[in-house]
């Protein structure tokens, strides 16, 4: 059977195959979020999370999320966007105890492109840590190039119960330090690439109960993607390059990822309503 992405090309994934994108922006997709949800849906993409980055888009992922019920949200502040915290934590907090948004995040550090003072990225990620704690969420941290601050103030607020690592780009050691903390991981696009052989190395550690797979779309399309708009309908070939680097088969991949993810962010079963 074929896996198909929005301009047609094919590529091979076992018909059995259930996957659930643990990680998405359908907000920006430039096709719009009802035809890349039916793409994806149609190659065994069967749950999404869609993830909001500040007030606007966590509103976006929230109406997403009623509209449609293989689909959850979370609430937050990108780190680029921590400098506006004081004027926008007000609405995340009031948006986060809504039944469609079972995570809190994606929230942390980003000391690349430090769109935002790296104390003001720290302040924001601690009030996402203790807003996930009191409500009982999915705590969802994005890392780049920060993982001593990152591990840092997780050890010190104390992580909540289930946390997750997306687009985790760090190697074996950095996936002990995170699995020792009682993270899971999530492995993105990035995982095809060729030059990343630590992150297949982390992969391969990483225990099949505490993994995920995502797009991040619409960035980090997987090879033979790679360079276009990503999108759901492209994780199948996630979650191969996933199955490659642990030497599992990809059925088996996608029912652990799969479950993992449902547990992890209340998401209905596959061909049910799911209220929440």
């Given amino acids: 059977m074929t896996a198909r992405g929005g301009d047609g090309h094919a590529g091979h994934r076992p018909p059995e195959a259930a996957w659930v994108d643990s990680h998405c922006h359908l907000q920006w997709l430039s096709g719009g979020p009802d035809a890349a949800l039916d793409r994806a849906r149609s190659v065994g993409v069967t749950g999404f999370v869609c993830v909001g980055t500040d007030l606007a888009s966590s509103r976006e992922a929230v109406e997403l999320a009623r509209r449609h019920p293989d689909v959850r949200a979370t609430v937050g502040l990108h780190p680029h966007d921590a400098s506006r915290l004081a004027g926008e934590w007000e609405g995340i907090e009031a948006l986060a105890p ?32 203790r807003l996930a704690r009191r409500l009982d969420r999915t705590l969802v941290v994005h890392s780049r190039e920060a993982w001593d601050d990152t ?23 950095e996936a002990r330090r995170a699995l020792d903390l009682g993270a899971c991981l999530s492995f993105s696009g990035i995982l095809s690439f060729r030059a990343a052989d630590d992150l297949r190395a982390a992969a391969a550690l990483t225990p099949p109960d505490r993994v995920l797979v995502e797009t991040d779309a619409p960035y980090l399309a997987p090879v033979p993607y790679r360079g276009r708009e990503n999108e759901p309908a492209l994780l199948p070939f996630v979650g191969a390059a996933l199955a490659r680097a642990t030497g599992r088969a990809e059925v088996e991949v996608a029912a652990a990822t799969s479950g993992l993810a449902r547990g992890l962010f209340r998401l209905p079963a596959p061909g049910t309503r799911g209220g929440v």
């Fill in 98 to 129: 809504a039944p469609e948004v079972t995570a809190v995040g994606e929230t942390g550090f980003d000391l690349h492109y430090r769109h935002s003072e790296p104390a003001e990225q720290e302040e924001a990620f601690r009030a996402h840590i």
């Fill in 151 to 173: 591990f840092r103030v997780l050890a010190d607020e104390g992580p909540p119960d289930r946390t997750v690592l997306h687009c985790f780009t760090g190697g074996p050691g």
